[in-house]
Each structure stands twice: as structure tokens, then as C-alpha cells.
């Protein structure tokens, strides 16, 4: 998920952040790493203590230079934060990360990991085909590198554009991804294979189900951003 020639560099020349980096920097415990980006999310008791908090966040995004997304609600704030626009993560992400966790903890605000998730369509098409710009007018979105589009103000899911295999002329098809802490995957699919889903598969991506739903809808469990390194 990228549009820049360098994988292993900002667009200012610095060097990009692994997951296995930005979780090593002491003082980023509350986040996590998805799609997207570093995010977090701190629970709240009232829309107006969201609101002091968002405060908060807008001063130590003031002092570290480095703005980042936040979702308002009166039962938390999440917060994103990355520094490319396919996601990728750099050392501000990291001074970003902190200086929130600690306005939270001023506060007395907890982290809940398990409120965190990232939803994205993916969109199979057959060898030579290309309908992006058929959802990219459907959607209102822009296209990020050569395989998706997102929303241009982040709030929708993403879509994901792969090769059908095998195979199926005319048949394109989409299932979900569903990006949560790595942390977190494994209670996720447990949950719907207790609510009559099944795994469809396991193997090869760590922290990482395919699994369907009793009539046979496709959805991806990954964990695998939380952890790359």
C-alpha cells in the first residue's frame, strides 16, 4: 500500500519505522499498529471529557509538529497517526504517540486495545482487468499506489485491489479485511467460529485468519501489521 519509488523512506528523506521499531520506543504501550498507521484508543466517560481530551491531543500535536486523525465520541477517542500516505510510520509518529499516551494519562483515560480496527473491501479482478476507476468514482476516492483507494478524509474503508485466482472471467468478487492488534486477532476469531463461522485458513501470515460465515462470506482477521518488522 504505497505510491513512493522508496519502501524504506519518508517523503523528507528520513527513514521509515517498522512495527517492531515504533513498538520498541519506550512510552508507545497504549498504541498499536494496523493498517494505515499507529493508532489508539482511550476511553472516555462523557463527550465533554472527549472533548479535554482532544484538547490535549491538539497541544502535543502543536509541540511535536506532527498532526494527527482523531475519532470523537463520548465513549473514547481514537486517535492515527503515520507519516506517508500509504501509512508507513516515522520517528514523528513515534514523538506523537508518546506525548498523547501521556496527556491520556494526566488525565486518568485507559487504553482498550480491543476497540481498535481498521475495515477494508478487497476488491478480486481477473488477470487484465482493472475496475478501480469504476469504485473510484462510486466511492469519491483517491487511488494510493497501484492497488488501492481510499477515502481523501480517512473515514470509510479502504479498498484493495487483487488478481481473482483461479481464474473467473466475469466474476470479480470482494471479502472484508478486518486489521486489529495483533493481540487482539485471535479473540476475534474465536468469537465468530463460536457464532457458526469456520477458518478457512491459518497458515503462512502470523496473526492472520481467513474465515467465513455460516452462508459462506469471506472475512480476513490480520493481525500481521502489528508485528512486521
Known amino acids: 500500500m504505497d505510491d513512493t519509488t522508496d519502501q524504506d523512506h519518508l517523503p523528507d528523506g528520513s527513514p521509515r519505522v517498522s512495527a517492531a521499531q515504533f513498538h520498541a520506543a519506550p512510552g508507545v504501550e497504549d498504541w ?8 489508539a484508543c482511550y476511553r472516555t466517560t462523557s463527550f465533554a471529557q472527549a472533548a479535554a481530551f482532544v484538547a490535549a491531543i491538539a497541544g502535543a500535536a502543536a509541540v511535536v509538529g506532527h498532526d494527527p486523525d482523531v475519532d470523537v465520541r463520548p465513549e ?3 486517535v492515527r497517526t503515520c507519516s506517508r500516505v500509504d501509512g508507513a510510520l516515522g520517528r514523528p509518529d ?10 491520556a494519562h494526566v488525565l486518568g483515560l485507559t487504553p482498550d486495545p480491543s476497540a481498535l480496527q481498521v475495515v477494508g473491501i478487497a476488491v478480486a479482478q481477473d488477470a487484465g482487468v482493472d475496475t478501480r476507476a469504476f469504485w473510484e468514482a462510486a466511492f469519491g476516492y483517491r487511488r494510493v499506489g497501484d492497488e488501492d483507494l481510499t477515502d481523501p478524509l480517512r473515514r470509510g474503508p479502504h479498498l484493495w485491489f487483487h488478481e481473482v485466482t483461479p ?9 472484508i479485511d478486518v486489521s486489529v492488534p495483533a493481540d487482539q486477532a ?5 468469537a465468530a467460529v463460536a457464532l457458526g463461522g469456520r ?5 503462512g501470515v502470523p496473526h492472520t485468519w481467513t474465515i467465513a460465515s455460516p452462508d459462506n462470506h469471506g472475512v480476513d482477521i490480520a493481525g500481521w501489521a502489528d508485528t512486521e518488522a
Do not use: E, K, Y
Open 32 to 39: 498499536r499498529v494496523l493498517f494505515w498507521g499507529a493508532h
Open 94 to 103: 513515534v514523538d506523537l504517540a508518546v506525548a498523547v499516551s501521556r496527556a
Open 167 to 175: 481464474p473467473r472471467p466475469g466474476r470479480g468478487r470482494t471479502h
Open 186 to 190: 485471535q479473540a476475534r476469531v474465536d
Open 199 to 203: 477458518i478457512v485458513s491459518s497458515g
Open 76 to 78: 473514547g477517542v481514537t
